[in-house]
């Protein structure tokens, strides 16, 4: 079986474009995948629209091209563009098409504003994307990143376990290692009425984090930290110290949710590393 397609959508220009570039060869080295550098340019289904499309497709190629520059010579790179009626939907289109495994963006800056808008591409793409989404973090390129410490935002949830699973195969495949971070949910627990809750909180941690060590079985060395606090907080913070962090998600999408409330999104937005959302059922089989 040839392996998924490692697809980066240039919606930037720059050392923003630079930065998710880096994270695509970085993603596409590490699993072994042919890359593709994917690009949007406004597309009008109106009478009077005949050749608008040819007229916008030329900056956006030549963007690609500046980008495909980027690329090391020792990787293949190829380079698409696509005509849609906005970047969220010609991406989506693209992931489908070429049926990929990642989808890559660059940092992601958008502030309150845009993202109750819609205008901020990763949040649309969290939602709608067909793969798992990874974001570049600022400064990425420049930093000549090599990830050797992989981390997982886990809860022992379906959706955990598939984080989990992608993260022992990162580690694997990069000869890293791997920080399995807990943050408690309270909402998943049911209340011990004999032991405060904070104690039950510890001691779910505790468990859960045992399991998840029982499932890396060795495979790549495992350390776990039970996070104590604001799930937004805490595993911003983590990602200091992290080259990636994996998330999973539950149904609707990866932006919903990985812990509680709009944590994913804020994670993303926020985060010291790059972070890889995996949508629900697409956790990695060879890591079983």
């Known amino acids: 079986m040839e392996p998924k397609t490692i697809m980066v959508g240039i919606e930037q220009k720059g050392e923003d474009a630079r930065d998710a570039v880096a994270l ?3 993603l596409a080295r590490a699993y072994e995948a042919p ?6 340019y406004p597309s009008m289904v109106a009478p009077g629209a005949h050749g608008y499309a040819d007229v916008m497709r030329e900056p956006t190629e030549a963007e690609l ?4 520059a980027f690329v090391p010579d020792d990787v293949d790179a190829l380079v698409r563009a696509i005509g849609s009626t906005s970047p969220v939907r010609g991406l989506h289109t693209l992931a489908e098409e070429l049926d990929a495994r990642i989808l890559v963006l660059g940092p ?8 109750v808008l819609g205008s ?17 973090d600022e400064g990425l390129a ?25 993260g022992i195969d990162v580690a694997r495949r990069v000869g890293g290692t791997l920080r399995i971070l807990n943050v408690p949910d309270a909402w998943q627990l049911a209340p011990d009425l004999d032991t405060p809750l904070k104690d039950v909180l510890v001691q779910q941690a505790a468990h859960d984090l045992q399991a998840a060590l029982d499932v890396v079985g060795g495979r790549v060395p495992a350390e776990t ?12 913070d983590a990602t200091k110290d992290l080259d990636l962090l994996v998330m999973g998600s539950r149904a609707y999408g990866p932006l919903r949710r990985v ?22 059922g697409a956790g990695s089989p060879s890591a079983d």
Do not use: K, M, N
Not at 142 to 164: D, K, Q
Not at 261 to 280: D, I, K, Y
């Open 259 to 280: 812990l509680t409330g709009s944590v994913s999104s804020r994670v993303v937005h926020g985060a010291s590393c790059p972070v890889l959302v995996l949508p629900r």
């Open 24 to 26: 695509g060869v970085a």
């Open 65 to 68: 091209q500046t980008a495909r």
């Open 225 to 236: 930290v039970a996070l104590d606090g604001d799930p937004v907080e805490q595993l911003l």
């Open 35 to 40: 890359l593709v550098l994917t690009g949007v």
């Open 108 to 115: 992601s800056r958008a502030g309150t504003v845009s993202r």
């Open 142 to 166: 420049a930093a000549l990143w090599s990830p050797t410490t992989i981390g997982v935002a886990y809860v022992a949830t379906p959706e955990g376990r598939e984080a989990l699973a992608e």
């Open 120 to 136: 901020d591409v990763t949040t649309g793409l969290l939602r709608a994307a067909p793969c798992a989404v990874g974001i570049a």
